[in-house]
């Protein structure tokens, strides 16, 4: 698989909505679907926030929504609160695993 | 509830062999269920290693596929990790997790809180 490109950093305020890319998705990853993003506060252990491009697992608020356009996934996070602030991660699955670099999203 | 909780050395040599134990609770390693060692360098990106399943399949990271064996232990609920000839760049945050879906490889929707591995003489 080749890489997966997310920008570093991305920021927004309180009850904004931001929009996190993930370029470079194959096309057996577009055909199945398999693209997951992930929240990691500092410190913290990494959190399912999106599965199947646009699944939210079970107790993840409906703020965030997830969708794919070509070969970019993207993660967007409506009605932006304070602890939302963290680094995202995209994933990939296409007979092996691959995490994108990773976004630090800034609450303003 | 289903947990995961690595354990292993917080410090090892160069060129020595790591191993990494994950012991799973709440959920079976034969209940086609999968496995996967995650790793994370200080203010670095998640990179994955390796996986097992229930039926003793395993694959492995194309770059460290081999430094790497991955085995399962059905009966203490536990995944061990091995990564042989370890160098400080594989210093970092060791975390198993669970393949959410199973075979469908949705991600990864549990994970242990990870263990520290540093890499020095």
């Known amino acids: 698989q080749s890489a997966l490109t997310q920008p570093a950093s991305v920021s927004g305020s309180p009850g904004q909505s931001v929009t996190i890319s993930c370029t470079g998705l194959s096309s057996g990853v577009a055909t199945y679907n398999r693209v997951s993003w992930y929240q990691q506060h500092p410190g913290k252990v990494p959190k399912l926030v999106i599965y199947?491009?646009?699944q939210r697992p079970s107790g993840v608020s409906s703020r965030f929504s997830g969708s794919t356009s070509g070969s970019t996934a993207f993660l967007t996070i409506s009605a932006l609160q304070a602890d939302d602030e963290g680094t995202y991660f995209c994933?990939?699955?296409?007979?092996?695993?691959?995490f994108g670099g990773g976004t630090r999203l800034t609450v303003l | 509830q289903v947990t995961l909780k690595e354990s292993g050395p917080v410090l090892v040599k160069p060129t020595e062999t790591l191993t990494l134990t994950c012991t799973v609770s709440g959920f079976s390693l034969i209940d086609r269920m999968g496995v996967s060692w995650i790793r994370q360098p200080p203010g670095k990106a998640l990179e994955w290693l390796a996986q097992v399943f229930s039926n003793r399949e395993t694959s492995y990271s194309t770059s460290l596929q081999t430094r790497l064996n991955i085995s399962k232990d059905t009966s203490k609920g536990q995944v061990v990790l091995t990564m042989s000839n370890v160098d400080p760049a594989d210093t970092g945050t060791y975390f198993c997790a669970r393949i959410f879906g199973g075979a469908l490889f949705y991600g990864f929707d549990i994970w242990g809180q990870g263990t520290w591995v540093s890499v020095s003489s």
């Open positions: 199947e491009v646009t």
């Open positions: 994933c990939s699955f296409t007979g092996s695993w691959l």
